[in-house]
């Protein structure tokens, strides 16, 4: 068994992170084939992708709650095995409604493996550790969307290749069920928690500030890498592969961002001045990308310079979660409301930029970039006086 808050152990965390990002986006490189195969319109076909993400959405605050009950192992543990059978389900799916369900259920896997292995980092370490470690989790995100492009993306256009994408994903979960065992067991003086945290959590302004900035976020950036392989390989006739990799390429450089935060933190950055510089960087990147008459490879670093950006605002959103927690004992209540409304974000940001996929639909883009970047900027504790103090993790220039 891994020791708590040891890196063998944030490393697997982090591991199960990569797969459940994966749960969504595995879908991605082949939905053209999935659409086909079950008479989806190419508009809607962006709810095939984002489905899972509805589980977390309503529920992903109970789950943090029953993970401060059960222990994050048990969570994490079940997690493994909804996924699995989700996969299972989808790979022998033979009718549209048989293949959403079971995607719904892995949504359950979905929803459990995220909120378990955050909350496990966030209560099994502190101080410098907790800030790296947590900018190492959100890169999780980036880096699960970019080894899936990698991966599934030579399944596409290959009739019911597309069903292996899941099948494999099956045997993944498997292993990694089997390895939960690594994990360390809930503390045995752990005392059950009540229902009523809940509405602690819900009563404290900090959770929901955090929450907010989060689902702008993930809003925006799901949808632009959701929709990225189809856009590119529509707007510039290049093939599904080399489409695939300009994401790869652009959640590598996300990740670099995400795990930037943490050093960055530790060394006494203004939290304001990484905020404001992440999400300027995000911007320009965001409209570069979906600016009328932009060439294939300009629209490739726009790409990355997009990624980059929002990866800094995002390890610095996740930073902040244990500050924001009324106490030690909700962290995984406090952080199942911020994985809720940025899985809200994740399961809408991919239908609305699909349904932009006509003539006009830049301009709603930009709009679309711009107001999410205002939308995960201003909730930020950041910006008044006392900022400092609320936030609890770095000096703030005045």
């Known amino acids: 068994m891994f020791a708590a808050g040891s890196w063998p152990c944030i490393l697997l965390l982090y591991l199960y992170g990569l797969v459940a990002t994966s749960l969504v986006t595995q879908s ?8 086909h195969a079950f008479g989806v319109p190419i508009a809607s076909a962006g709810w095939i992708i984002s489905i899972p993400s509805l589980v977390t959405a309503i529920a992903a605050m109970g789950g943090g709650w029953l993970s401060d009950n059960v222990g994050d192992r048990r ?8 996924a699995f059978v989700g996969n299972l389900g989808v790979f022998c799916a033979q009718e549209y409604p048989v293949l959403m369900a079971f995607r719904l259920l892995e949504g359950v896997g979905y929803l459990a493996l995220t909120v378990g292995a955050v909350t496990m980092i966030m ?10 470690a947590l900018g190492l ?30 099948g494999g994903h099956a045997v993944i979960m498997a292993v990694l069920a089997a390895a939960s065992v690594l994990l360390p067991k809930m503390d045995p003086n752990h005392v059950s928690r009540r229902f009523v945290d809940i509405a602690t959590v819900l009563r ?13 976020s993930a809003f925006i950036q799901t949808g632009i890498m959701a929709a990225l392989t189809v856009y590119l390989a529509r707007t510039y006739s290049v093939s599904i592969p080399a489409a695939a990799g300009v994401g790869f390429g652009a959640e590598i450089v996300n990740a670099i961002g995400c795990l930037s935060v943490g050093v960055m933190l530790k060394n006494d950055w203004s939290a304001r001045m990484l905020a404001m510089g992440g999400g300027l960087v995000m911007l320009l990147g965001g409209l570069a990308l979906y600016a009328p008459d932009v060439s294939f490879m300009a629209a490739a670093v726009a790409t990355a310079v997009f990624g980059f950006g929002i990866g800094i605002v995002n390890g610095l959103i996740w930073a902040m979660v244990p500050s924001v927690s009324p106490s030690r004992e909700t962290l995984g209540a406090t952080g199942g409301l911020v994985a809720q409304a940025t899985y809200l974000g ?3 940001g991919p239908p609305a930029i699909f349904a932009t996929m006509h003539a006009q639909g830049w301009t709603m883009r930009l709009m679309l970039v711009a107001g999410a970047c205002v939308v995960q900027l201003l909730p930020l504790p950041i910006w008044g006086r006392r900022a400092r103090n609320a936030i609890g993790i770095t000096p703030v220039a005045h």
């Open 28 to 35: 991605v490189p082949v939905i053209g084939d999935i659409a």
């Open 75 to 82: 969570v994490i543990f079940w997690g493994c095995i909804a």
């Open 123 to 132: 209560r099994t370490t502190q101080g410098s550790r907790r800030s790296i």
């Open 137 to 166: 989790w959100t890169s999780h995100t980036s880096c699960g969307i970019g080894l899936t492009l990698i991966l599934v993306a030579p399944l596409a256009q290959k009739g019911d290749a597309w069903r292996w994408a899941f």
């Open 204 to 216: 404290s302004r900090g959770p929901w500030r955090i929450a907010i900035a989060s689902c702008a």
């Open 346 to 348: 994740v399961l809408l």
